[in-house]
């Protein structure tokens, strides 16, 4: 049987309050937290966009609005049930999320310019999730979506940062 050992620390009111300190420094995330994502094609940048990490309930609700629902089949008293998640629909979402507005308070996907523009050319476009899919392409929409989740603290090895 391994031997367990016991760390004995003292709390003073210095280092609860580093504690405190350090807990609210990490619950800034969303406001403190920024990189940049680059599109670029053919060795050309085409536009850039700033990205912050999502919280779980944030990935949960991207989650929920890519998932198309069906009624219960034991009965319409009991909550629907999901049917399919589309996965272009899900990383859309989490790149829209997780998108930085602009100066102006909006987000470069809710330009009005950029919608009609999209649609004067003949694209199908009713959600900010539409526009992403139509303007990136499907390995640009995983490479970003698979970067959102990154600056997420996917892949954290949270042992690694208990030690430093």
Not at 152 to 157: A, W, Y
Request: charged letters at 25%; one cysteine or more.
């Amino acid at each position: 049987m391994a031997e367990s050992k016991a760390t004995k620390i003292d709390v003073t009111e210095e280092n609860e309050m580093d504690l405190i300190t350090g807990l609210l420094k990490a619950a800034e995330y969303k406001n403190e937290m920024r990189q940049t994502i680059n599109i670029k094609r053919d060795g050309c940048s085409l536009f850039k966009f700033a990205i912050r990490p999502l919280s779980f309930d944030e990935i949960t609700e991207c989650r929920k609005k890519a998932t198309t629902f069906i009624p219960n089949p034991k009965g319409a008293s009991l909550p629907m049930i999901e049917k399919e998640i589309s996965t272009e629909d899900y990383m859309a979402w989490q790149i829209y999320t997780a998108t930085v507005a602009e100066k102006n308070g909006k987000k470069i996907w809710d330009d009005p310019a950029l919608k009609q523009g999209l649609a004067n050319a003949g694209h199908m476009i009713v959600t900010a999730a539409d526009i992403i899919k139509t303007v990136l392409i499907a390995g640009e929409l995983d490479s970003v979506s698979d970067a959102v989740l990154d600056f997420s603290g996917n892949n954290t090895n949270v042992v690694e940062y208990a030690k430093n």
